[in-house]
């Protein structure tokens, strides 16, 4: 299970890296095109370069999974013993995979906001020495709130993104015939 999470973080990390850049530049209105951005990064860091975030980018596919299913489960739970509803109801799936991505944005937000600070260090330079350094200098300069920056964005991404993938798998397991989550 944590090669399936982990691997695939090391495989697309340098895509999240291109395109965190290309966003954060496009905002700033000094976009790069995607071959320069390439270019001065591997002419300044070389194939290192290519993985800054990597650590956070693993903890937060970690995290962000493990909440997903445990905390769906558990609001499965709660939602079937609230409101009297079946787990397999489509209305118990919709609640839970909502309360699933409320818990998703709450535990990822931190290791989003400190893996996209260590994958917009400028190519010529290192403001970050990994995840802790980054992460000490983020709690110091803006509070430990600062770690839940773009809430309300984030959790607007993963709610219903949750919620679609949640529907989604109970349904392939139901016409499947396996037992539903």
């Given amino acids: 299970m944590l090669v399936a999470i982990i691997l695939p973080s090391y495989l697309l990390t340098s895509d999240d890296l291109f ?11 000094k976009a790069v095109p995607l071959g320069t951005l390439v270019g001065n990064m591997y002419r300044d860091q070389g194939m290192g370069g290519f993985y800054r975030g990597l650590s956070a980018n693993i903890g937060r596919a970690c ?7 445990g905390c769906y489960d558990m609001a499965k ?15 118990t799936v ?14 990822v937000s ?3 906001n400190i893996r996209t600070k260590l994958m917009n260090q400028p190519t010529d330079a290192k403001l970050y020495n990994g995840f802790m350094d980054c ?12 770690l839940w920056r773009g809430f309300v964005p984030i959790w607007a991404r993963f709610a219903p993104t949750a919620t679609i993938q949640l529907l989604t798998i109970e349904t392939l397991y139901a016409s499947l015939g396996y037992a539903q989550i």
């Fill in 77 to 91: 739970g709660a939602v079937t013993q609230a409101t009297g509803w079946e787990r397999k109801d489509v209305r």
């Fill in 110 to 112: 931190p290791f989003d």
């Fill in 63 to 69: 995290v962000l999974n493990a909440t997903k299913m």
């Fill in 19 to 29: 395109m965190t850049n290309i966003f954060s530049q496009a905002n700033k209105g």
């Fill in 135 to 146: 992460l000490t200098k983020t709690v110091s300069e803006g509070g430990v709130t600062s």
């Fill in 94 to 107: 919709f609640c839970s995979s909502i309360m699933s991505g409320l818990a998703m944005t709450i535990t």
